[in-house]
């Protein structure tokens, strides 16, 4: 083949792959403007249920899900971890754990509540969970680097 024709099928290959990976999403909170992505190494997708029942958060990985309060219906609701700009996660590191900041948007119409909230979202290492709040819980399986 000529390289003529293949080099710019290349670069465009190049360019499309940084682009996609590139998953960061600013947003504007109470406290000013925030960076979020869904784009994370760890298995957080899946139901975290607080003590066994509901009310629950279900995230996907698309960035999509359901956020349940007490004694309230589920919600649709889109969602990030917090990142810096280039879509590296901010997080605390404990001697066990990572601690990360979860925001999260209702998406339903049901009322005009569209700003963003933030929750505590944590993983533990040694017990090999994932906790929303602090209370909602899942179980993961495999490695994720401390």
């Known amino acids: 083949m000529n390289v003529k024709k ?3 099928l290349l670069l465009l290959l ?3 792959n940084c682009v996609a990976q590139n998953s960061v999403t600013t947003i504007s909170t109470k406290t000013g403007t925030r960076y979020i992505t869904n784009a994370v190494d760890f298995p ?3 139901t975290y249920l607080f003590q066994g029942a ?3 958060v279900e995230l996907n990985n698309n960035g999509t899900g359901i956020y349940q309060l007490h004694e309230l219906p589920k919600r649709a609701m889109i969602w990030g ?3 810096d700009e280039s879509g590296a996660l901010q ?3 404990g001697f066990d754990n990572a601690a990360y900041t979860l925001w999260y948007q209702y998406s339903d119409s049901s009322d005009s509540d569209t ?3 933030e929750v505590p979202f944590s993983i533990h290492f ?3 969970k994932m906790f929303i709040q602090g209370e909602r819980m899942k179980d993961y399986s495999g490695t994720i680097e401390k």
């Open 81 to 83: 971890i917090e990142c």
């Open 115 to 117: 700003n963003w909230n």
């Open 91 to 93: 997080f605390i590191k």
């Open 14 to 16: 190049i360019a499309l």
């Open 54 to 56: 509901e009310p629950i």
């Open 126 to 128: 040694n017990t090999m």
């Open 44 to 46: 957080i997708a899946g």
């Open 6 to 8: 293949v080099l710019p």
